[in-house]
């Protein structure tokens, strides 16, 4: 018999969360990387669904990882096999599960804001996490992106940060902008092709670029981002060969940048699109690193739901 915190918390978006929060998980992360056996084995017996409505690789293993690194059993359920091909409803699927005891249920889905209904039929004791939902929100990636910022970054509010590339259908821009601004990043620079700009609740307080060599000048850490073609909604997405020489980040462009910028993107990576291979691959390429700290900041996140 497993005992149950008397818990309820969920981790739905950045937005929800204090600073005090995100600063605990952080540290936390950055014990796990530093002292990983201290926390093997924490919460042997608990169990954790991941339902995931949408594709992915980095999100699903690593928190598939992270649950098994301390302890944790894992059941993963793909849309694509389970009995939503039926026709059964997301809320009588997330009850179905629900209804099997997990402690947490980390769910990834095409539709912004299906998290916060989620988490009003959620029940005591039954952690929600939300990888990814719509082009709304993606916290955990904002936050493993934060902490390999502060790895390398003594003082946020000394940088500029910039993140380019389609900013309109990405989760990751609204969340990571949200806590860039929370951690108080000295400036946040947004820029885009035109039909890829941020809304209004994202570009607040940030400078917004519409040319990329521009926006890159002296910047200490850029985020690139790939076309989100699942959302384009039947719209044309642009030639790759066209966008890549407009909105491609090369070393030649890299060089625009502080001599010791760091080059981020969340995955996956369209090569020769947003991206050139030379500074995918480049030294000041933090892109691997990014994918570890998932893991420390996803462990941290289910220590933290399902603690003390
Ligand atoms: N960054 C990210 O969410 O990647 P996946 O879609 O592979 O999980």
């Known amino acids: 018999m497993i005992n149950r915190p008397n818990m309820t918390a969920s981790l739905l978006d ?33 169990l954790v669904v991941n339902l995931f409505y949408e594709p992915s ?4 293993v690593s928190f598939e990882i992270a649950a098994r690194r301390i302890g944790m059993h894992v059941v993963n359920v793909a849309a694509g096999g389970s009995s939503v091909v039926k026709g059964e409803s997301l809320l009588d699927t997330y009850n179905t599960i629900q209804a099997m005891s997990p402690d ?66 990405s989760r990751v ?8 601004k929370k951690l108080g990043v000295g400036e946040i620079r947004l820029a885009s092709p035109p039909g890829f700009q941020a809304g209004a609740r994202v570009t607040e307080g940030t400078t917004r670029f519409d040319c990329l060599d ?9 985020m690139m981002l790939r076309i ?20 491609g980040l090369t070393s030649e462009r890299l060089a625009l940048a502080d001599p010791d910028c760091i080059v981020m993107h969340p995955g996956p990576m369209n090569r020769g699109v947003e991206i050139a291979s030379e500074v995918a691959d480049g030294p000041s390429s933090v892109i691997r690193q990014q994918v570890r700290n998932g893991v420390y900041t996803r462990m941290a996140v289910l220590l933290e739901l399902t603690g003390p």
């Open 228 to 247: 989100q073609h699942e959302r384009l909604a039947g719209a044309d997405a642009p030639d790759a060969e066209v966008y890549h020489r407009e909105w």
């Open 173 to 180: 821009t609204r969340s990571g902008v949200a806590l860039m």
């Open 57 to 60: 690789t980095r999100t699903r």
């Open 104 to 169: 947490v249920i980390v769910v990834r889905h095409p539709d912004s804001g299906v998290l916060n209904r989620l988490a009003v039929a959620t029940e005591p004791g039954i952690h929600l996490v939300n990888a990814g939902d719509g082009s709304r929100a993606h916290p955990t990636q904002a936050l493993l992106d934060a902490l390999t910022l502060k790895q390398h970054f003594e003082d946020l509010s000394e940088i500029t940060v910039l993140v380019a590339g389609d900013l309109h259908h």
């Open 214 to 222: 521009d926006a890159l000048r002296d910047v200490n850490a850029v």
């Open 14 to 46: 950045i937005e929800s969360l204090s600073v005090e929060r995100i600063a605990g998980l952080l540290r936390m992360a950055q014990e796990i990387r530093a002292e990983p056996e201290r926390f093997q084995d924490s919460r042997q017996g608990r």
